[in-house]
C-alpha cells in the first residue's frame, strides 16, 4: 500500500447508500405540500412496511429509540417493573427502559448466536417468578443483524404471558424460521439511522399484529391528543412521529432492503473467505435457525493464538483512514447502569475485549474488502 492510498476516501463502517429513487419520493412529498409529520408518503412508506415485513400493523417514529420507548408505553410498563435485556448492545436499545423508570436487568449472551441467552433469561425468569417478581417484558437484541431465536424466549415467555419487545434496530431484512425476523414477538422495533440497513437519515418503526397496541404507540407519539378540533389532552404524550419527507426517503429504501442484506452477506462471505486461512480470526457465527442481515462483518481475534489487540487493529486501519469499531462495550459495564443487575456476563464481555467490527458498507466491492483484510492480517504479524 502507498501513501496515496492512506489520502483516499475514508472508508465509513456502514455509510448510507441511496438506491437514486429516494429523490423521487422526496420531490413528490414536496409537491404534495407536506412538509410534517403527517402525509402521503408517511401511509406509503408504513403501507410498504407491512407489505414486506408482513406486520399487521406499524407506526413510523422519529429514531428507534423512541420507538422502543412507545413500544414499552403501549405495553404498560410502569415504573418499577422489571424489564429484560441484552447486556451485549447499543444503549439506544436498553435506554427506553430507563426512560419508563423500569428496573432493568441484564443477560449476558449466548455463545453461538450473541444475542440474549436463552437459558440464562429462562433462569432469571423462573428465578423472579419464585420470588413474586414477574417481569413485565423481555427486550433482546438482534445483535449486528442475527435474529434471535424467539422460539426458544417464546417457549419462557409465553406461559407466563411476559410479552417480547423485539430489538430489530439492525436486523431489518433478516429472516428466523423462514419468516421476516421479529415476526413470533408481540412488537418489534426497526431503525433507519443512518448506519443501518436502510436509512431515513434517521427514523425507527414499531410494527404489530395488535392494533390497539400500534393505536397506542401513534397516539403517544402525538401528543397523545384526543380526537376532537380543539386541543383535549387525557395524558401526556410525546412528540416522535416521522417527518413526510423522511418518510419518503424511505419509501426509496426499502425498495432496495433485499438487495442491500445479500450486498452485506457477499461482503461478510468475502471477509470469511479470507479470515479462512489465517489462524485466530474468525467472523461472528451466523446461526442455522434465521439468516442474518450481517449488517456489520464482526470479527474476533483469539487471544491464545493472537498478541494483537483489536485496539491495535483499529488503529492500523485508521491509519488508512478506514473506519472500524471495538463490539458494543457491554451495557452492565457501563457507569449509566451501575444500578442495573446483570446476569452472568462473561461471554459478552469476552466478545467485547476480542471483537471488531470490520467496514461493511454496501458500496464496498471486493477489492475493499481485500483492503482491509490486507491491512489486519498485516497488523497481526
Ligand atoms: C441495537 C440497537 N437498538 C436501538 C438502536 C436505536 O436506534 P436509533 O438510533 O434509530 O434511535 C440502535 C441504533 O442506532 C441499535 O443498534
Not at 53 to 64: L, M, N
Request: with cysteine.
Amino acid at each position: 500500500m502507498n501513501s496515496s492510498d492512506v489520502a483516499a476516501k475514508r472508508m465509513f463502517l456502514s455509510a448510507p447508500h441511496m438506491s437514486g429513487r429516494e429523490i423521487e419520493y422526496v420531490q413528490q412529498a414536496f409537491d404534495s405540500n407536506y412538509i410534517a409529520p403527517v402525509g402521503p408518503q408517511l401511509n406509503q412508506f408504513e403501507e410498504s412496511f407491512r407489505e414486506i415485513t408482513g406486520f399487521k400493523h406499524c407506526v413510523a417514529v422519529s429514531s428507534g429509540t423512541a420507538g422502543l420507548h412507545l413500544a414499552l408505553l403501549g405495553l404498560g410498563i410502569k415504573p418499577g417493573d422489571i424489564v429484560l435485556g441484552s447486556t451485549l448492545t447499543f444503549i439506544g436499545s436498553v435506554a427506553s427502559v430507563k426512560y419508563c423508570n423500569a428496573e432493568l436487568v441484564f443477560v449476558d449472551s449466548d455463545r453461538h448466536s450473541w444475542n440474549i441467552s436463552p437459558e440464562l433469561l429462562a433462569e432469571e425468569i423462573e428465578r423472579l417468578i419464585s420470588a413474586g417478581k414477574k417481569p413485565a417484558a423481555v427486550l433482546p437484541t438482534e445483535l449486528y443483524g442475527q435474529p434471535c431465536d424467539l422460539d426458544r424466549i417464546l417457549e419462557v415467555c409465553e406461559p407466563h404471558g411476559i410479552p417480547i419487545v423485539c430489538d430489530s434496530a439492525e436486523s431489518l431484512g433478516a429472516t428466523y424460521q423462514g419468516l421476516p425476523t421479529g415476526r413470533k414477538a408481540k412488537v418489534a422495533i426497526s431503525s433507519f439511522n443512518g448506519n443501518k440497513i436502510i436509512t431515513t437519515s434517521g427514523g425507527g418503526m414499531i410494527a404489530s399484529d395488535d392494533e390497539e397496541l400500534i393505536n397506542q404507540c401513534r397516539y403517544l407519539a402525538t401528543q397523545a391528543r384526543q380526537p376532537v378540533l380543539h386541543y383535549e389532552h387525557n395524558d401526556v404524550g410525546f412528540n416522535y412521529r416521522m417527518s413526510n419527507v423522511v418518510a419518503a426517503i424511505g419509501i426509496g429504501q426499502l425498495e432496495v432492503l433485499a438487495e442491500r442484506v445479500n450486498q452485506k452477506r457477499q461482503i461478510a462471505a468475502w471477509y470469511a473467505e479470507r479470515f479462512e486461512a489465517v489462524d485466530g480470526i474468525a467472523l461472528m457465527p451466523e446461526t442455522d435457525y434465521g439468516r442474518s442481515t450481517r449488517w456489520l462483518t464482526v470479527a474476533t481475534l483469539d487471544p491464545h493464538q493472537l498478541s494483537t489487540r483489536p485496539l491495535d487493529v483499529i488503529a492500523a486501519l485508521e491509519s488508512y483512514n478506514i473506519e472500524s469499531r471495538p463490539v458494543w462495550k457491554p451495557l452492565h459495564l457501563q457507569k449509566a447502569f451501575a444500578d442495573c443487575r446483570c446476569v452472568g456476563g462473561e461471554v459478552s464481555t469476552e466478545f467485547y475485549e476480542n471483537g471488531i467490527c470490520l467496514p461493511s458498507g454496501t458500496t464496498m466491492d471486493q477489492s475493499d474488502v481485500n483492503r482491509v483484510c490486507d491491512i489486519v492480517i498485516d497488523s497481526l504479524k
